[in-house]
């Protein structure tokens, strides 16, 4: 009897010190994995989000997931899983909170930085363009973007004067329709190379160097929207999201983004 019951206690005995190590082990696997954030957005500012999210990541230890691209190739993954959230201009980031409904508060959305628009030509500028009031000779093709964070620009470039003479000789240029997104225009650009020139903004020829030179856009037709970002309320309770989002907007965060074109002075009031 009382062997049976040293025996019972040493199997409880057992069984206790080899949970505990399982929950050992367990603590020192998770204190071995990285932290990781998914952050979510479209293929414009990817470069840029890509390149601090390996610079945050290597100084911090955190693991930054970029997804980039159209919407619909990431938005139901988003719902599930988004620490941080990346828009192109104002109206994407509204889209953004309808397309992901309840996720992050829209007034908590914060801009960064501003890229202006610009006009891309092919390679030697054959057409000889030098700005945006040769876009409206006759016979000139020019391919422009009517969706994402493009929607309406052409025409708050070509009305930025009032006159609508100018809208009418720019659109009488146009490749109709026009492309529903970047990566579709961009598509078109490589396959139509009767098409003279593209207005885009100017970090795409940055990401894209052997695809097009750039032509600035002179005033009084040059204009700026801004690549903007949230946390989630997943993202508000996680240590590295927030410290991902303080990174963008901190003088190395300006430096990545200056890198690949955009406007990152700092705000003077």
Do not use: C, H
């Not at 598509?187 to 009767?194: A, D, F, K, L, R």
């Amino acid at each position: 009897m009382q062997s049976s019951r040293i025996s019972a206690s040493l199997s409880k005995a057992l069984r206790v010190a080899a949970a505990i190590a399982l929950v050992s082990a367990a603590m020192t696997s998770a204190a071995k994995e990285p932290a990781t954030i998914n952050v979510y957005g479209p293929g414009g500012p990817a470069p840029a989000m890509k390149e601090a999210a390996q610079a945050y990541g290597a100084a911090s230890g955190v693991k930054v997931n970029v997804v980039a691209g159209p919407t619909p190739q990431w938005v139901e993954k988003a719902k599930a899983d988004a620490d941080v959230v990346f828009s192109g201009a104002e109206n994407m980031m509204s889209d953004f909170a309808k397309a992901l409904p309840g996720a992050f508060e829209l007034r908590d959305a914060e801009p960064l930085f501003l890229r202006p628009v610009a006009i891309l030509v092919r390679p030697g500028n054959p057409k000889g363009i030098q700005g945006f009031r040769d876009l409206l000779k006759p016979g000139i093709k020019v391919l422009a973007v009517a969706g994402a964070g493009q929607t309406g620009l052409w025409e708050d470039v070509a009305g930025r004067t009032g006159d609508i003479e100018v809208v009418k000789a720019f659109r009488r240029n146009l490749v109709l329709p026009e492309a529903a997104n970047s990566a579709l225009a961009r598509q078109q650009w490589t396959q139509q190379p009767e098409i003279d020139a593209w207005l885009i903004w100017n970090i795409w020829q940055v990401a894209n160097p052997d695809l097009a030179q750039v032509v600035p856009v002179e005033e009084p037709y040059r204009i700026y929207r801004d690549t903007g970002v949230v946390l989630t309320a997943k993202g508000k309770n996680a240590e590295g999201a927030r410290g991902f989002v303080a990174y963008l907007k901190s003088d190395d965060g300006r430096r990545v983004f200056a890198k690949w074109g955009w406007d990152t002075k700092p705000v003077t009031r």
